[in-house]
């Protein structure tokens, strides 16, 4: 980066008034935007904006993964209260069908 910069301001600025210019009698406009535009590191750096991704997709998939385990633990407690529930039923049912057979309508 930094030698980027240099060799602009190379192109823009002749090399006989390096010595005796000052920031009043060269301008170099390009400066003042390098300077905002590299106040972010990620946008600096290839590989600080790769690892700052990096770093979000892990955070992502962390978040995802907890709520899918949140998930299969509810559809455990689904599958078990489920499980509970047929059981009363056959019990309802042979219940049901003892008592119902001493009123059987002939």
Known sequence: ???????????QVS????PSGSPATISYA???GYLIKYQNPRDADPMTRVQ??????KIILHNTMES???RGEKLDDLVS???VLGVQSKAFYKTARKQNSCCEIM
Do not use: P
Not at 1 to 11: G, K
Not at 52 to 57: G, Y
């Open 1 to 11: 980066l930094a030698s980027q910069v240099l060799d602009e301001f190379s192109r």
């Open 68 to 70: 899918l385990l949140e």
């Open 30 to 32: 390009a400066l003042d």
């Open 52 to 57: 700052a991704e990096l770093d979000e997709t």
């Open 15 to 18: 090399k006989i008034d390096w």
């Open 81 to 83: 209260k489920s499980e």
